[in-house]
């Protein structure tokens, strides 16, 4: 597996990395916990060192299942987590956000726990939340990479501003936005904010919930588990206006002998040498299938190609839960 360095100063990486998210969570019930043991130690065999998760991912039982997947290999790989919701911890259920300073210290120390591990090696504001300035969040993630218990700060769907802001009080190592073919929103402000400040961009979702990968279309169905069945992008009249995209991603694929989801994984491998995309999976095909990518290396051509087609391509529906800008 290639590697890549995330941002200027972090860790290196696989340049490919796991999203675990799915395994507990969103896309249905939750996975059997000794499949997704074996599917993440599949991945880390194969040379994947960068895995994600959260506390809210289940709540609380992702971490869980990373952390004792893991276990054979910590020195070896990078583990990234998240805080920023208030979530109770006899009901799980989540009550908004919370990224005050002493909520963070708080949630850190249970995620160690769940994890099994001494450090968090990147962790991430999962939100961005407006009732607590962004200097106070990057102080207290400062204090505690201070004492040794996170090496590397991050930010999820944060503003260029936010992210300068952050930045100025404890360096940030990666942004983690949404982004992939349809979901090309980073691209105004958020990435040269990143490169000029050596931040790595960690793209979730960078298959389209599934839908770039050729899988689904308009016929498909959602079970109410699955997340996607209310999501804007996802309606049936949306999938049948956002087709075009699957069409030419499938095009190009087939032109390369690849799948539809490798050449979107290669188009973002392609932005830049400090863009590490999270695809995530259940299946070990799928999981081969995504590392793939890592080997394939579009032309001039084909990512003109793809670049000046999408950016005409009027997408039905908001992305992801709806959000429609950057905090």
């Known amino acids: ?13 696989s340049a490919i990395g796991l999203g675990c998210m799915g395994m507990s969570m969103n896309y249905g019930p939750a996975a059997r916990r000794d499949e997704m043991i074996a599917l993440i130690r599949t991945a880390a065999g194969q040379g994947v060192t960068f895995f994600d998760t959260a506390e809210i991912y289940g709540p609380f039982t992702n971490e869980e299942l990373l952390g004792e997947a893991l276990a054979p290999v910590r020195d070896q790989v990078v583990i990234a987590t998240k805080f920023g919701f208030d979530i109770d911890p006899r009901t799980r259920e989540r009550h908004g956000l919370n990224s005050r300073p002493e909520h963070i210290k708080r949630v850190v120390e249970q995620s160690l726990t769940r994890l099994g591990t001494d450090r968090i090696d990147l962790l991430y504001q999962h939100r961005v939340d407006p009732e607590v300035p962004i200097e106070d969040v990057a102080g207290a993630v400062r204090a ?9 700060f991050g930010l999820s769907e944060a503003s260029a501003q936010t992210i300068r802001r952050a930045h100025a009080v404890q360096p940030v190592t990666a942004l983690q936005s949404e ?5 090309r929103d980073p691209e105004a402000e958020v990435l040269p904010a990143c490169t000029e400040l050596g931040i790595g961009f960690v793209p979730w979702s960078p298959l389209g919930q599934g839908f770039l990968t050729g899988t689904i279309d308009a016929t498909t169905s959602f079970g109410s588990a699955d997340v996607r069945h209310r999501f804007p992008r996802f309606t049936e009249d949306a999938r049948r206006a956002n087709q075009p995209i699957v ?22 491998l392609a932005r830049g040498p400090w863009i590490i ?24 051509s084909e990512i003109r190609r793809l670049d000046e ?6 997408i039905r529906g908001a992305r992801g839960t709806g959000q429609e800008r950057y905090a």
Do not use: C
């Open 1 to 13: 597996m290639q590697q890549r360095t995330i941002g200027r100063n972090g860790p290196q990486v």
């Open 144 to 152: 505690l990479i201070g004492e040794g218990k996170v090496t590397h």
């Open 179 to 183: 982004y992939s073919l349809w979901a």
């Open 247 to 268: 069409d030419l991603i499938a095009e190009v694929a087939a032109d390369r002998e690849a799948t539809p989801a490798q050449i979107a994984l290669a188009w973002l």
């Open 277 to 300: 995309p999270i695809p995530g999976t259940r299946k070990p095909h799928r999981l081969e299938e995504n590392l793939g990518a890592a080997a394939i290396q579009l032309t001039p």
């Open 309 to 314: 087609a999408t950016a005409t391509f009027d």
